[in-house]
């Protein structure tokens, strides 16, 4: 008899428990938080969520909901753009519609995971200060891959306040402050436009140029427009997204922000409509990359320098797993070789959920991942044979030619990807009637 072992309760976790449970499966689940919903749970004390006082998602409603459970049948006036409490409150809302809290062991630290052989797994975990091991015969991992905060380097020492993104909750604490915001991601953009709100100067020095995507493209959330040319190659369809791109903002010289070298698609997508606003603004100015600190001094690397009070290095996040031995799995600095970002090559108790970054919504490619790893632990899926060539096959032939960054080593095209998991679910499966909105 099977026995299942889920880490997390967040977004991925809760479709992980439901789909195994869907199967008759029997599942215990594991988070260190005290509710549902992971990232989403936004709190002023640090702890695992990364998500601001003001965030939003970046992926529409339309695009960001479990087929199981829609935005409609939860909440139809949920904005086109669900801040943070209306994703927390969408997260728990289909918890306690499935039942999935009589399974679900909150406040309980997950410390070492051993796999003993293709049927047990020795899990430890820490209960109110009590640790204590359980045997499982397969894991399911959903423990999130934005939250393990990546620092940047540079010469020199800054002896103003410095934080990372992780640490960073609400732009009040930098009243009246000289800020300077690190990097050109989703999380960059949106705190140096909420700084500069507030601050005496908020600055972005970007190492690079990125593409900046507006939120918005003709009135319509622009992932929803961009999936109106989901019948064309993949090629065409991105050639068509940087040419709407170009001609939404004129490109990045206008605003006195360094031109990108690459396609949109070569980067996770920056999503955001405030921040060209702020810099035409005078609200935020930006700078190059940094070339070193001096004291308060911060020189970058055309010759320029400013003083600042604070550093927020928006700089991303560490893929980690703590609670494996590093000898047994290290994905931190990539490569990443699982079939279908899920299925391990050679321990196949092991699997992943929502461990991969769509240019688009994570969790609805958490719920099909979930489906399939349901189908395959109840008996109705067999995974390939040849599942190695299959996982080494991913590695070398991605979605996408992206940049070699640190970030980019688990890039997945939203749509090619909820392609290929719906082709593999059972023939029979509901799944298999998927609707066309979300195809
Ligand atoms: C500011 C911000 C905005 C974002 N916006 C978007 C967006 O617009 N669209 C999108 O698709 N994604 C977005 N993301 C990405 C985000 O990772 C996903 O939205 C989503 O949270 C992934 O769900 P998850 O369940 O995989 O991971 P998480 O939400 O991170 O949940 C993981 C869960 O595992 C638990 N856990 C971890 N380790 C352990 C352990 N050792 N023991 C016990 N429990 C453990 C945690 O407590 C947590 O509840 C954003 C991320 C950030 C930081
Ligand atoms: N509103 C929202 O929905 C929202 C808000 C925030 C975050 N998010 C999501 O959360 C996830 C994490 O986003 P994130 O912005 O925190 O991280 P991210 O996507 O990893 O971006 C990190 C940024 O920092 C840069 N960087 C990394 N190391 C650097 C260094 N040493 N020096 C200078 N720059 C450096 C990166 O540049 P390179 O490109 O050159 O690597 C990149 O521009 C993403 O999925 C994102 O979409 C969403």
Same mark, same amino acid.
Request: with cysteine.
């Given at each position: 008899?099977?026995?299942?072992?889920?880490?997390?309760?967040?977004?991925?976790?809760?479709?992980?428990?439901?789909?195994?449970?869907?199967?008759?499966?029997?599942?215990?689940?594991?988070?260190?938080?005290?509710?549902?919903?992971?990232?989403?749970?936004?709190?002023?004390?640090?702890?695992?969520?990364?998500?601001?006082?003001?965030?939003?998602?970046?992926?529409?409603?339309?695009?960001?909901?479990?087929?199981?459970?829609?935005?409609?049948?939860?909440?139809?006036?949920?904005?086109?753009?669900?801040?943070?409490?209306?994703?927390?409150?969408?997260?728990?809302?289909?918890?306690?519609?499935?039942?999935?809290?009589?399974?679900?062991?909150?406040?309980?630290?997950?410390?070492?995971?051993?796999?003993?052989?293709?049927?047990?797994?020795?899990?430890?975990?820490?209960?109110?200060?009590?640790?204590?091991?359980?045997?499982?015969?397969?894991?399911?991992?959903?423990?999130?891959?934005?939250?393990?905060?990546?620092?940047?380097?540079?010469?020199?020492?800054?002896?103003?306040?410095? /934080?990372?993104?992780?640490?960073? #909750?609400?732009?009040? &604490?930098? *009243?009246?402050?000289? %800020?300077?915001?690190?990097? $050109? +991601? @989703?999380?960059?953009?949106?705190?140096?436009?909420?700084?500069?709100?507030?601050?005496?100067?908020?600055?972005?020095?970007?190492?690079?140029?990125?593409?900046?995507?507006?939120?918005?493209?003709?009135?319509?959330?622009?992932?929803?427009?961009?999936?109106? /040319?989901?019948?064309?190659?993949? #090629?065409?369809?991105? &050639?068509? *997204?940087?040419?709407? %791109?170009?001609?939404?903002? $004129? +490109? @990045?010289?206008?605003?006195?922000?360094?031109?990108?070298?690459?396609?949109?698609?070569?980067?996770?997508?920056?999503?955001?409509?405030?921040?060209?606003?702020?810099?035409?603004?005078?609200?935020?100015?930006?700078?190059?990359?940094?070339?070193?600190?001096?004291?308060?001094?911060?020189?970058? #690397?055309?010759?320029?320098?400013?003083?600042?009070?604070? %550093?927020?290095?928006?700089? $991303?996040?560490?893929?980690?797993?703590?609670?494996?031995?590093?000898?047994?799995?290290?994905?931190?600095?990539?490569?990443?070789?699982?079939?279908?970002?899920?299925?391990?090559?050679?321990?196949?108790?092991?699997?992943?959920?929502?461990?991969?970054?769509?240019?688009?919504?994570?969790?609805?490619?958490?719920?099909?991942?979930?489906?399939?790893?349901?189908?395959?632990?109840?008996?109705?899926?067999?995974?390939?044979?040849?599942?190695?060539?299959?996982?080494?096959?991913?590695?070398?032939?991605?979605?996408?030619?992206?940049?070699?960054?640190?970030?980019?080593?688990?890039?997945?095209?939203?749509?090619?990807?909820?392609?290929?998991?719906?082709?593999?679910?059972?023939?029979?499966?509901?799944?298999?009637?998927?609707?066309?909105?979300?195809?």
């Amino acid at each position: 008899m099977k026995r299942i072992c889920v880490i997390g309760a967040g977004p991925s976790g809760i479709t992980a428990i439901k789909n195994l449970r869907d199967e008759g499966l029997d599942v215990v689940a594991y988070d260190r938080n005290s509710e549902v919903g992971g990232n989403w749970i936004y709190t002023e004390e640090p702890g695992h969520s990364s998500v601001f006082e003001t965030t939003h998602i970046i992926s529409s409603k339309t695009l960001s909901q479990y087929e199981d459970f829609t935005f409609d049948e939860f909440d139809k006036s949920v904005a086109d753009y669900p801040s943070h409490d209306e994703l927390r409150r969408y997260f728990q809302a289909y918890a306690k519609k499935f039942d999935l809290y009589e399974v679900i062991q909150f406040n309980t630290l997950v410390l070492h995971c051993e796999r003993v052989d293709n049927t047990t797994w020795e899990i430890t975990i820490e209960q109110e200060g009590k640790v204590s091991k359980e045997i499982f015969t397969d894991l399911v991992v959903c423990n999130g891959h934005h939250w393990q905060p990546r620092h940047p380097e540079y010469p020199g020492e800054f002896t103003g306040e410095y /934080l990372h993104s992780h640490e960073y #909750k609400k732009a009040s &604490a930098f *009243a009246d402050k000289k %800020v300077l915001v690190i990097g $050109g +991601g @989703n999380s960059a953009c949106d705190v140096a436009v909420e700084t500069s709100r507030v601050s005496k100067k908020t600055g972005i020095s970007w190492r690079r140029g990125y593409k900046i995507v507006p939120k918005f493209i003709m009135g319509v959330p622009s992932d929803v427009f961009a999936s109106k /040319l989901n019948f064309l190659p993949l #090629k065409l369809r991105y &050639a068509l *997204a940087n040419l709407t %791109v170009k001609i939404a903002t $004129g +490109g @990045n010289k206008l605003y006195g922000l360094q031109e990108s070298a690459f396609r949109v698609e070569q980067s996770h997508p920056t999503i955001n409509s405030e921040l060209p606003y702020k810099i035409r603004h005078g609200k935020v100015i930006p700078y190059v990359d940094i070339e070193r600190f001096d004291d308060k001094e911060v020189h970058f #690397k055309d010759g320029s320098s400013a003083i600042f009070d604070t %550093v927020i290095a928006c700089t $991303g996040y560490v893929l980690v797993h703590p609670f494996f031995d590093n000898e047994f799995l290290n994905y931190s600095s990539g490569p990443v070789p699982l079939y279908l970002k899920m299925f391990h090559p050679t321990y196949s108790n092991l699997y992943f959920i929502g461990m991969f970054q769509p240019l688009g919504c994570i969790w609805p490619g958490s719920e099909l991942q979930s489906k399939l790893a349901a189908s395959e632990l109840a008996g109705n899926w067999q995974r390939p044979a040849n599942i190695k060539e299959l996982c080494e096959k991913e590695v070398t032939n991605p979605h996408f030619d992206q940049i070699k960054t640190p970030r980019h080593t688990i890039t997945v095209d939203y749509h090619l990807f909820v392609k290929a998991l719906k082709k593999e679910l059972p023939k029979n499966h509901p799944n298999k009637k998927y609707k066309k909105a979300m195809a």
